[in-house]
């Protein structure tokens, strides 16, 4: 609750929690029958205000999140990719944390609006095989379904990861990629640092300015040379950053992924409440609050641990890892990506906002530390499309 739904990287989730508590949560309190206010009072909990109440990881959150090894039973979850970090990562958790046979478990990974598909008839129809394989005995063919399916761009594939290497151009710099056993390649900026400022206000977020008139000077840009091939993104997505900040003590740093077509637009994908407007990754880190937790984290599953605070030193250069939502799109031939690192909260993201005054940092300058020692990198895992049965240019 507290690391993917309120306060994903130490930030507050603000307009998520108010909005999803009001439109979803207080309109079904009166239960089967109509019950009258002061019974509804007496059981109400106001949840924006208790999540404003407890801003670190401390025991409210730890006593009030499920243990996923309690879960023993089969099961057939799915998540939206769209949704972010709030449904993707939590049943990623419960992929690997739960005490249910690997072979009981099924995940699937769906793309675009986030209720519809459960209605759709051949997801009905999978639902009604589980259950009958389940509880039945049915002899059906599901024991023959992968445990992880993965959607993209509304097409299914079995979820596998197999590497590749590249070698790209970020801002005119080339960059060292490197092909590790499971698939995913490091992007190091081989530069020395780029800066930007953070002492634009949060309501930059919400009044109507150009892309670019929200960008300057709040953001600093890495972009790729145009893929060579047709190549499939579809994984978790890791930042490594080397940060110093003048002027503060702390600061939240926002990263947004995107993917500009090969005649330089911007590719927005489906979101799950309205028009297509989602980049392809987003995360963001308040740098207080970097500290792994090394309990739950391994591999490419990164979250911090969320219950101290340790400000940053001025001009000090501190290392953080992050994850960003995970990925699963293609790009096309001639394609490229972008990372953006920026003060502000991602446009593009509702309800995902991170714009409550009361709680963010800003002030002072960032520094993304690039070359030598501090090699900032993101990690991604990509395949070619011949991998996935795909035609070239698809």
Known sequence: ??????????????????????????????????????????????FPQVARDHPHNDDFWKNNTPSMENIKVPFYTVANICDHPISTHSHFRLMDEARTPKDKQWLEIIAGKHVPPMYEAENVRSQRR???????????????????????QRVLYQFSILGSTAKLLIE?????????????????NEGDKMMFNTGFPYAN??????????????????????????????GQAIAKLFVSVNGATDTDIFLALRYLSKDGHEILFEGILDSPSLPVATGC????????????????????????VEPVEEGRIVETCLMLSPISVVIEKGGRLLLE??????????????????????????????????????TLPFQTMEVCGMAEGV
């Open 285 to 308: 880190i308040r740098l207080s609050k970097r500290r792994v937790d090394d309990k739950i984290s391994h591999g490419d599953l990164i979250y911090i641990d969320g219950s101290k």
């Open 130 to 152: 589980f259950l009958d394989y389940i509880l039945k005995d049915a002899d059906n063919g599901w024991n023959e379904v992968w445990g992880i399916i993965r959607t993209i």
């Open 172 to 188: 005119g710099i080339e960059l060292s990629v490197t092909s590790l056993a499971t698939g995913v390649a490091q992007y190091h």
């Open 205 to 234: 977020y919400v009044k109507h300015l150009t892309l670019e008139e929200k960008r300057a000077g709040s953001a600093v840009s890495f972009v790729t040379a145009p893929f060579e091939r047709a190549t499939l993104v579809a």
């Open 1 to 46: 609750m507290y690391r993917d739904q309120c306060y994903p990287g130490g930030v507050r989730n603000n307009v998520f929690i108010d909005w999803w508590f009001e439109t979803w949560v207080r309109s079904q309190q009166r239960g089967l029958s109509v019950r009258s206010n002061e019974d509804l009072l007496a059981d109400f909990v106001d």
């Open 341 to 378: 690192i920026s003060s502000r909260s991602i446009e593009n993201v509702f309800p995902y906002v991170k714009c409550d005054p009361n709680d963010r940092k800003m002030g002072g300058n960032v520094f993304i530390h690039t070359g030598g020692n501090h090699g900032s990198a993101l």
